[in-house]
């Protein structure tokens, strides 16, 4: 027969995670990506053509958790993680921006450079965010 504070300690436990998981410095991080790549987007669809806006903003907002897999936390201040999430997610969408911008230079067509400056974009972002939060942690890459 379970005794009365089991479930009492369950749920502690689970609110407790829950707390942890939600005011962690990943969470920062993701957060200020996807604050960075609205208007990164917006710039980049200015810079460069409408076609941009969705691949900044899919490999913006997402490269920078990407460094997340393996359940790997990082473990540094709420603001060291938003300097990191906002660099990383500016270079982001340098990189999509301007695999976008070279694609349509080359005459690739818009098709082309949405998935080409998407491909890329998340592809530079996983690398940055796993070296990041590789160096964060305290591991080697």
């Known amino acids: 027969m379970p005794s009365t504070d089991e479930p009492e300690s369950l749920r502690t436990d689970l609110v407790r995670r829950w707390k942890e998981e939600l005011f962690s410095a ?3 991080v993701a957060l200020v990506a996807v604050a960075v790549a609205i208007p990164a987007g917006l ?3 200015a ?3 409408a076609v941009a806006i969705y691949p900044v903003w ?3 907002a997402a490269g920078p958790s990407l460094g997340y897999w393996r359940g790997l936390r990082i473990e540094v201040p709420w603001r060291s993680a938003a300097v990191v999430g906002a660099a990383m997610a500016l270079a982001i969408a340098v990189v999509t921006s301007g695999t976008v911008a070279l694609t349509l230079a080359l005459d690739g067509g818009e098709s082309a450079a949405m ?6 974009g ?4 996983g690398l940055a965010s796993r070296f990041a939060f590789h160096r964060f942690a305290g591991e080697t890459v």
């Open 58 to 60: 899919f490999a913006t």
């Open 47 to 49: 810079a460069t053509g």
């Open 43 to 45: 710039v980049a669809a």
């Open 26 to 28: 990943d969470t920062v």
């Open 122 to 125: 998340l592809l530079f972002g």
């Open 115 to 120: 998935i080409a400056g998407g491909v890329v």
